[in-house]
């Protein structure tokens, strides 16, 4: 594949092996043309030394393999000597990989809704569903630690069916009890929008819980767009004829390409947390939040604000024209059954006149 083996024979010291990975990437790097089109080429770099890491061939590609590994775990066109620690994260990533295969089955997943709040008005304007794994050898896993993995193994795919038919019955149970108003987000990771039966996935779960257009969000990030532009317009296009709102994921952390912003059907963009918890602190985290502001409402999109846990946070905001927020200050991630009692308190304060008072 794309995959090669170089063997150094005679190495005289690890910096050596620096200089030698070096001119590998830098011969990379320059670009060629091929079919009358640029490309460049990037390359992750793993290595293992005789016979510190290995003394038979198979184990010394191994170990290299896996030190690759690393690196594009970390972020691509790099460097990493293998190091034992290697081995204990592959044999973690594989045992986890191995229990989340039953996981579906042995009914360990839930999912735990974040409201958004209208900052103007205090009231809620949605909802965020996130997935939680409660497993039976494991205990309580954090979607940051099992994502990635279940994305690499393709098992997203399952598992995020799962999540959208859930929250899409979710939807349907809270809008018959008349305590729904608000949409309800769901993440769509890379790897789903790979699939070619996404949207007829979708659709389908949509017809048999009857929701209806702006009832659910799906939330992606920059990287699939950055990934194919025109098939990832073209998919999000087809989603938003479904019905469905998109909002852009922890804006601000990817490549944040801005041609690509006034070309997607988005509706929302949400500021990365990292920007509202350094806003107090530094100039250039609020200079920036402010600016992505003004660019999306110039674009027509509306702004939500992530990982709000303070009140000057959400005071600073309200001075930036930030139209929604996120985070603890407001509340936790919850299970539906608190997310409905909330919903519930809500819904008689909205109708009762005399609970309006001392609200
Ligand atoms: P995300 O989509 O950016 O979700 C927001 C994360 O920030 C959630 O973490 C939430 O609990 C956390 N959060 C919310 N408010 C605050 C706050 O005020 N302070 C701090 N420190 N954190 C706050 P969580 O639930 O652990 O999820 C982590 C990530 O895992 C999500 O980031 C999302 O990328 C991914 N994820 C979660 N559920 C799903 C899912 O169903 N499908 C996919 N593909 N990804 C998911
Ligand atoms: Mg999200
Ligand atoms: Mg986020």
């Known amino acids: 594949g794309d995959e090669f083996v170089c063997v150094i024979p005679e190495l005289l010291s690890a910096s050596h092996l620096d200089k030698t990975v070096m001119h590998i990437q830098l011969a990379l790097a320059d670009p ?27 184990q010394l590609i191994q170990h290299a393999d896996l030190a690759m590994y690393s690196v594009k775990q970390t972020g691509r066109n790099r460097f990493a000597l293998f190091n034992q620690h290697m081995v204990e994260l592959a044999s973690e990533r594989m045992s986890m990989e191995k229990r989340l295969r039953g996981a579906l089955k042995r009914d360990e997943f839930s999912l735990h809704y974040q409201p958004k709040v209208d900052i103007n008005t205090g009231a809620i304007s949605g909802f965020e569903a996130l997935i939680r794994w409660q497993s039976a050898d494991m205990g309580n896993v954090p979607p940051d630690k099992f994502i990635s993995i279940a994305e690499d193994s393709g098992q997203i795919v399952e598992i995020g069916h799962w999540v959208i ?45 009857r929701i209806e257009k702006d009832w659910l969000e799906f939330e992606i990030t920059e990287s699939i767009l950055m990934d194919q532009q025109e098939q990832a317009s073209l998919l999000l296009a087809k989603i938003k004829a479904l019905g469905i709102l998109i909002a852009l994921d922890d804006f601000g952390t990817g490549y944040s390409n801005l041609s690509y912003l006034d070309r997607m059907p988005i509706d929302t963009i949400k500021i990365d947390r990292s920007f509202i918890s350094g806003m107090l602190k530094s100039q250039r985290d609020l200079s920036i939040i402010k600016a992505v502001i003004a660019m999306s409402h110039s674009l027509g999109h509306k702004v939500i604000a992530e990982g709000v846990e303070l009140e000057a946070q959400l005071d600073a905001l309200r001075l930036t024209n930030c139209d929604h927020y996120q985070g603890y200050l407001y509340s936790h991630p919850r299970p539906a059954e608190q997310i ?10 909205a109708n ?6 001392i609200k």
């Open 32 to 58: 060629f043309i091929a079919n009358g089109e640029e490309v460049t080429l990037s390359c992750s770099v793993g290595a293992s030394l005789y016979p510190d890491h290995g003394t038979e061939p198979g």
């Open 165 to 209: 038919n859930e929250a899409c019955r979710q939807i349907r149970a809270w809008r018959d009890l008349g305590v729904l108003s608000a949409p309800v987000s769901v993440n769509l990771s890379v790897r789903q929008m790979r699939e070619p039966s996404l949207l007829n996935d979708i659709k389908h779960v949509m017809e048999t819980h």
């Open 340 to 349: 409905q009692i909330m919903l519930s308190a809500q819904a008689l304060a």
């Open 352 to 357: 009762s006149p005399t609970l309006k008072l």
